[in-house]
């Protein structure tokens, strides 16, 4: 069984570039959530993807939108990056949506803005 | 809006038992999880709780009380490789699996 993997590792950009991070999720998983971890907090929830639809976003600007493809692997992009767009960008795999269905998350993508 | 509290740092000593506290004031309820994350590494599923009481795994126990909107995560003959941060995550009702994180709890086990 194949975990949840994450795209770049680490990732260097200026402000006002776009990028794009990507995540495939486990085997057999039809639902990705994307969160973002600045440095000391908690993960805070950006949207997630379910089914190639997005099925709710957290409170974070338009700049920040996604995709998830036929094969449930999924993309996050973030235009115009500011410096506080610098943290750990973790993705995360589930069977599905019900609320007992746990989340396994990816190692991340370590973005930093300069 | 959501609130979830835990301490910032705990540390204990290898071999001990050290209980981690999570308070939470959320507009529904629908479960909590506990997950672990080493420095540099993902969140990991520890264990989860929908209904009131203890679930014992291992060791590690977590326990649950909804009307007080009060868990603690119990790790008992803790080992070196438990230092950590320990993360409590709420799923709301309505919310599917959306989980709202507290800051997380970084534990640090001496000799």
């Known amino acids: 069984e194949t975990g949840v993997t994450q795209s770049p590792t680490h990732l260097i950009k200026t402000r006002g570039q776009q990028v794009t991070l990507r995540c495939s999720s486990q085997?057999?998983?039809?639902?990705v959530s994307w969160y973002q971890q600045a440095l000391g907090q908690g993960p805070q929830f950006i949207f997630q993807?379910?089914?190639?639809?997005?099925?709710g976003r957290g409170n974070f600007p338009p700049r920040f939108s996604g995709l998830q493809f036929p094969n449930y692997s999924s993309e996050l992009n973030v235009n115009a990056l500011e410096l506080d767009d610098s943290a750990l960008y973790l993705c995360?795999?589930?069977?599905?949506?019900?609320?007992?269905?746990?989340?396994?998350f990816g190692s991340g993508t370590q973005l930093s803005v300069l | 809006g959501q609130n979830i509290d835990q301490p910032t740092e705990m540390t204990a000593t290898e071999g001990a038992i050290v209980q981690i506290n999570c308070t939470y004031q959320?507009?529904?309820?629908?479960?909590l999880f506990w997950y672990q994350q080493h420095a540099g590494e993902a969140p990991t599923f520890l264990s989860y709780?929908?209904?009131?009481g203890l679930e014992e795994k291992g060791r590690f126990s977590s326990f649950l009380s909804r009307s007080k909107g009060y868990s603690y995560l119990l790790l008992k003959e803790l080992q070196m490789k438990d230092s950590a941060s320990y993360l409590c995550?709420?799923?709301?009702?309505?919310?599917?699996?959306?989980?709202?994180f507290g800051t997380g709890t970084q534990l640090k086990v001496e000799l």
């Open positions: 995360a795999s589930s069977l599905g949506i019900g609320s007992g269905e746990k989340l396994f």
């Open positions: 085997s057999g998983h039809n639902t």
């Open positions: 993807y379910y089914r190639e639809e997005e099925n």
């Open positions: 959320t507009s529904g309820f629908n479960g």
């Open positions: 709780n929908v209904l009131d």
């Open positions: 995550a709420v799923k709301l009702t309505g919310g599917g699996n959306k989980l709202t």
